[in-house]
């Protein structure tokens, strides 16, 4: 036999030797390509950069440096809002109870009508305006009457209790000797996404709960998102803003399928927030495959 026969054969035997799972899909492919687009933002970057996503169709989930714990700034509310739902299910509060907030009360480091009223004097309003408060204009300092009403201790077990090991609330909004002696809030991209995926599906608390909690989460004027995401397409998030970190975990609704992505960074130069064109990147992958067949062909 020839060496040109042999040589045809043993490249045939290669070719035959490799499993098909070891072979990519086209799908895999696409995917590849946004762990580059990330890799690349993060590379250029002086700073650093984590992003989680999970197609809430199909369960899958993308990770890059999702395990990590960063800064969650004001992201670290949705535990708290969870917390809150959860109470007065069992109770413990009931939304249309008054609450007082006086000089004391006032956080700072907020914009939106509860702060603009504080810095004029005390004042009263409901449990359920509180929590609207919090998410709608992220106020630290109906966030923190909310914390004092929950438990710091029962908002961290709410947290284990999901199974979430990389998040933690260790300190009220605007404690900033608190997080200088390193009790930082903290999340990694994953657990805040797995956090929305459980009020999605209805299992963060009861299902009007969860209802009245992403309705809420539509809510957030600041969003970051929001601009990379077309206006017929709902959102609902909460982004965070320290100096140094920003991040946004949210909801999006695209019809097939709808998503959540979170992307948290830190360490960051003056006035830059890689939120916005890592939702653009994630975005685009989700667009592609909502107009595309499972190979990749354009249907609309």
């Known amino acids: 036999m020839s060496r040109r026969i042999w040589a045809v054969l043993a490249l045939s035997a290669a070719f035959s030797a490799v499993p098909v799972s070891a072979q990519s899909t086209v799908a895999q492919l696409w995917e590849q390509k946004v762990h580059q687009k990330i890799k690349s933002l993060d590379d250029g970057l002086n700073g650093v950069l984590g992003v989680a996503f999970i197609d809430l169709t199909s369960g899958h989930v993308f990770s890059y ?127 805040l996404s797995r956090l929305l995926q459980l009020i999605y599906e209805g299992k963060a608390a009861d299902a009007d709960s969860c209802k009245r909690m992403i309705a809420l989460l539509k809510k957030p004027v600041d969003a970051y998102m929001r601009p990379f995401i077309p206006e017929n397409i709902e959102l609902a998030s909460k982004p965070g803003d320290l100096d140094g970190a920003k991040c946004e975990a949210g909801i999006v609704f695209l019809p097939k399928p709808p998503f959540i992505v979170t992307v948290m960074s830190t360490y960051l130069d003056l006035y830059v927030n890689p939120v916005s064109p890592a939702t653009n990147i994630v975005f685009d992958y989700f667009d592609k495959i909502a107009h595309s067949d499972e190979w990749g062909r354009r249907l609309d």
């Open 65 to 191: 440096n999702g395990d990590t714990s960063f800064p969650t700034a004001s992201s670290i509310k949705i535990p708290i809002l969870i917390q809150m739902f959860r109470d007065e299910e069992a109770g413990r509060v009931h939304f249309s109870d008054k609450v007082t907030l006086g000089p004391k009360d006032n956080a700072g480091g907020s914009v939106g009508p509860l702060q603009d009223a504080l810095n004029k004097g005390p004042v009263t309003l409901t449990v359920a305006e509180l929590v609207q408060y919090m998410i709608e204009y992220s106020d630290n300092s109906a966030t923190n009457k909310c914390i004092e009403m929950a438990g710091m201790d029962r908002i961290n077990q709410l947290i284990e209790g999901f199974g979430l090991q990389h998040t933690h609330l260790r300190r009220k909004m605007m404690d900033i000797p608190a997080a200088a002696h390193g009790n930082e809030n903290i999340g990694s991209p994953l657990d």
